[in-house]
């Protein structure tokens, strides 16, 4: 059983930031629950910087404890959970970084380990994709964002962090008849931007509607749309409003507060989430607060927390 | 017709920053919007720095793309927009500083050009109004801001950015009885600074009570107060609370989100503006992700849209 | 009548940083109000950097005027009100800082004189509530944070920013039959973290509760629980959302906005508190916008207000 | 005999910031050396923000300890020093602010106290020439800056940061031929601005040579050219590296070190200083470590020795 | 004659930033020099960013004013100099983004106007040595750098800011044997990294040397190496102390100060350079005082100033 | 043999931040060089964030590579390097939290294994000296910092991060006849501060005469008075200038360059050190760049390559 280092013992700002003081550990045995880095942030079309994202998150992880009182759950002490490292990547590159994590990624995959990335820009979430649907088979996206990712090309190439899903959508990897995107907001290039979410097959609410639903409004939605298959949770942090989360690349304003962006996640009960990933943090953007790495600490916590609640049930 | 260079051909970080990438063109033919800056600060009487305001905007504002879902309106591509440069300023010289702020506005307002300045501190404002008020005559002015600036003078001198709609009213270039401030709030002088307004013969909402009206409401009361005349929309950042617009120079805690803020601009259809600013932003004290220039642009683009709408119908 | 300098005659940047631009006063004679630093950081485990505080909470206080229009009280100018100066405090020995504190505090206390004090971290409160308690006896505490403070060890040791309500207890020094905490939130130890309150006999409020309260609501279980006897309002920075308030040792995401926090505090009308403090403030984490003192500053104003409110009633 | 807050009684992170923790007075009898904020900046022609230099110095200040070490003198103890306020200015109007400074240190320059300014931007050091030449008659003037600040006008009015020492020549408040300014450097309008120094009869040693100079050297070249009569030292904090002194609005790199400017001063030795000054600095524009504001104390902390070293021998 | 925008009638902080305020043309006739951005930052291997640099140069460039007094030349006025606007990229592709640069730069060189690029990542070298030996066939390199950047690949791939160099040479760009490195230093990957200098024909002065060479002694040796035939000039940002110039990739400690480099570029007339640039300029690890963005403009304007010293003699 | 992971395989930004990217190990078997935190900041006198000194230099020191080539020895790979993790420390109380430093450091003392200290504020090094001097006697101290730490008490009490070597002096733990302390600068107390070096038996040389010294000269100085015995080298951070290294709690201004720091350690060789440290590291008052953090990192790896040159010879 993996948990954390006891804050009780030695203070939580003491030793390597590793996530949440879990222990280093690359040896899959027994572990419930993998926590990786994946730093490419090759793909960003303004801010890049998510490169350091997984340093941002382990440091700000430091904060967390193991109980989750609004779940009622121990999200460490019954789930054995490790910090898995990161995964390569090739500045300038980006097939080959997409390679790196898919090896990165399949092992855990391969094991039935639930695994948790953390970005990394979007991009990296297509490497996961093909790592998961290998072993997995097509997944049901829920994905909260404030774009939608779904764009064909930007500078005449395919690969690219606002282009991946439709990518994902056309290698197999995810299933648009389960997949729901929420959250989308901001400007676009034409009124036709909107009508690619159904032309591709895929579901979408923009923020001006989230906004007027409750957090169990919107469990349900997903849970209807997903059904009982293999899933995948993406959190885009630009997703929650710019002053809470100033540190990522494409920042959209008038979004969620911290508060109602952990709350959507916590409707996310009941679904069958093989993976799930945190991207697009860019802590050089951060005041010195911290306050997007301390956010995207706080997601992964209640992935962490709905992975013990499923378990639990 | 000028609009935004193309984001999907050269990425938006690219080029020299003009506002929203359009050109930067000083020959006002066929043109229907120009957006200018405002850089004088001499007047604050706390934090200076919005001198710095057009550079923040224009760079933030390089995230803007054409179509705005929400109005459901192109603001760039069918309005011709361009940069239409900054006035000079004179620094210590406030008479003479606003004397160019009228020079450079009046071309703009002669041609019947809709004009958005971008400040400076509020006191670029009377110059604006002394430009449009020649062409147009005496304006409804729509004001959201945290201060109300109609005290009567601060040590012992008359312009000032606290004090320069009780000018603008004293030369005639607004006319109170079509003219509505909403949003003060923060601490005062003494309880007859809120009695002061009525005493003018504008009407005032306090946040106290906006915060619980809808954007909806809003609009209307707006447009009952203003009817269909010649108006004035000036947008202090201090309106949006400090955190999620840090970014300025006498900020009040205890405003609207970034998502409210941007929510009252959009209600404001259906007017006819002959002029737009949004002022006070003083880049140095934001963060590093830049989030009071963001929701400047992004202020910006809505009053833009509001143009792109009346235009439409 | 002690007041603070006029802004009308020297603009608010002007003069050594005191609080409110009060002025800097040891003598109590006719005074009302004393407002003191408590500049120790030494019992936080994880940011330090509260014991700039009180310098940070000096420079964003400048900004107060003196009438508060929400209450339609004038906060200063009927009251007399003083800039006490700082407890010394003792780096590396807790015991010696709250002795100093005491020391600090306890004359104000006996000269029947309210004191607001502005931390430091939360552990400066256990010096002041000796101090109070010897003038006044047990006092009823009103406690807004996102901790409850009242572990029983760290590190195997008694005294630190989490533990001092569990001492102040043991002490005699609160009667937490007159008791109320509010705003708790974050993750815990352990499912038997919550049930401690109870077990010292405290009233808690956490946060996903007290987010769907009135302020109204707030302040009438307030004032059933703590009734006609002494009281203390402790007011912990990090009860505000990290975005409001980064600037903070323990902060704790989705949390309120500042205006909530704002109004929670309004709502503490008739109510006989002997003290204040605002704690937590570490400046160095803010952005250069400053805005956890500026809110911090606010929150001293409040309670400076319902001071005046009830020597007005 | 004022003099420092003692810092082994009480940290000198306590207190409200005055200058090294003097005591804040008004009062000049027994007075030695008074020192004073002259926070106006609205004049400068590039970054504002120097109005808030006094607040950056005083801060910076509680570092200071009475004993110079390299002088082997007490910098406090044998001097009576005082803070005495800063200068009141009027945003917006460089005349009214130029009275404002004249009225606070004709005071001192009466009671033949030594003052030392804290700017504010350079224009500051008018006002206060005008107050000492009214009591002590034309002054040599010694002036360390990366700019001579004696062009004729900017934007066609005659008062700016880069005028003043024109201005000042032209009122004869200073005596050009016991004048000797040092370490201009920097791109600039023309071949013949470096000739504007003899034509104005100043001497005029730029970067370039000065970097090849010793200190002793300086010194000795200093006192030749003002000899026994008064003079005035002013310290434009841009004399110094923009990497060592970043805050400030008009730097330019490739200047000296801290070490070399601090030399610099120590060798202004047996000089009949009647008032000092230090300008420019600009604390929104240093990092987190206010290093530029802890270069601007000591600079002021070798003026004060300067003062004690001639009153000892 | 293209110039700068006159700083005594407008004031330097208006006006979109084009680079030293200069007109946006891309019409070259006439032009003598073209300063154009190349914002590519894909190919660094620890912090990216420098896409973001032709931004914060132009930014910090509008405090250049045309007379070089060190070189006693002026740099504008004399020369016709524009700003050329920037290369798209592409992100995630770097053969892609170097083809972009290629035909960015080839007109400028096809055209004999001199060209000064400002990064961008040093991978961007590659694309302008593309095009320049495409014209003007294999150049001498002159290049101040902490690195050497010729190590054959990273993480299994050929083009990285780390290998261009020895790209540079096997695709016959420059010429080794007319070719100098100098500033290297901080630590290696083992005792055979300086050797790879030579066995590929280059000579490299570490900085460790050139720290006891004076500027004239550089330039000689510069002189001898490269002869009359056409070079090109490249500066790493990270050549200069990162004290001096934080804000950049992959800093080493220990190097020269602003005022050094300066020096030694200084030292470089005489030379047929058709090309320059100044690479590696990451804003967002500067501090407010832009001090590494200031370096960089004051870098290109002495490169400047060698066109006009080589035209002028 | 223990050694970092391999910067060509996976970039250096990849992997939770270890020192020098070293394996996290705790067997001291077949190791030679432990390298462990020492986060406990209470007992400093002004600034306090050095407990997250070890987080700031693990992340800055991923850029280090395995060659040294100013002293042409391999850092690691001939060395078996690890890191060894943290010391716990118990806030509030610095007795307990030496206590906790002594048992950390006392195995790696035991065993050999030389240990390298990231501080924390000085006070640490009492710790470590307790433990080292238990193992091997009293110990000559090599000290480069701008205070000589040898104040008898602050507020009373006597330990604290200015009294340490006096009480190690008082503990026998350092031999001050084998001692030379170097770069005191700054001003002080009174004329007696610098005698009280004298009186203990220490040697040392202040910063105005080090800096007219040459490496060579001090390292012969120092091998001449600490001999063949066993040493410690502790290198508090504020010995390098300010600008420099801005993220530490006592600064002063005036002092070496970063180059001419890393000079004075690299010309320490030849002498017996069994322990080594670096404190006073504050990240926080860090700008982004992380410079202070780069320097701490580069000193360490000075330290170890002392050590490495050792066993080479």
């Known amino acids: 059983m993996h948990e954390p280092a006891d804050a009780l013992a030695a203070p939580r700002y003491t030793g390597p930031r590793t996530f949440a003081r879990l222990p280093a550990v690359t040896d899959l045995t027994g572990v419930d629950v993998a926590i990786y880095g994946l730093p490419w942030d090759g793909a960003t079309t303004m801010r890049p910087g998510a490169r350091f994202g997984p340093e941002g998150v382990r440091s700000a992880s430091a904060m967390l404890r193991p109980y989750n009182p609004v779940q009622d759950v121990m999200a460490f002490g019954n789930l054995s959970c490790v910090d898995y490292g990161d995964a390569p990547s090739v500045p300038g590159y980006i097939e080959d970084s997409l390679a790196r994590i898919v090896e990165h990624v399949a092992p855990v995959a391969a094991a039935g380990v639930v695994g948790i990335g953390v970005g990394g820009d979007h991009s990296v979430t297509l490497g996961e994709l093909r790592a998961l649907a290998a072993a997995h088979g097509p997944l049901g996206l829920v994905h909260l964002d404030s774009h939608g990712d779904i764009w064909d090309s930007y500078f005449g190439r395919p690969l690219n962090h606002g282009t991946l899903f439709r990518r994902a959508i056309e290698e197999g ?62 959190f885009d942090i630009d997703f929650v409003d710019p002053s809470y989360a100033p540190a990522t690349g494409t920042p959209e304003v008038g979004g969620p507060t911290s508060f109602e962006a952990l709350e959507f996640v916590r409707a996310l009960t009941d679904i069958d989430f093989r993976g799930f990933d945190v991207v697009e943090v860019a802590p050089a953007y951060d005041g010195p607060g911290q306050q997007t790495s301390l956010i995207a600490a706080n997601v992964l916590y209640e992935m962490l927390s709905l992975v013990a609640l499923r378990r639990k049930r």
Chains 1, 2, 3, 4, 5, 6 share one sequence.
């Open 173 to 234: 990897l995810i299933d648009p008849a389960r997949s729901l995107q929420a959250g989308m907001r901001g400007s676009l290039y034409g009124p036709g931007d909107y009508a690619m979410h159904a032309e591709l097959g895929l579901e979408m609410i923009p923020w001006q509607r989230l906004a007027r639903m409750s957090p169990a409004d919107y469990g349900d939605r997903v849970r209807a749309r997903v059904g009982d298959g293999a899933a995948f949770l993406t």
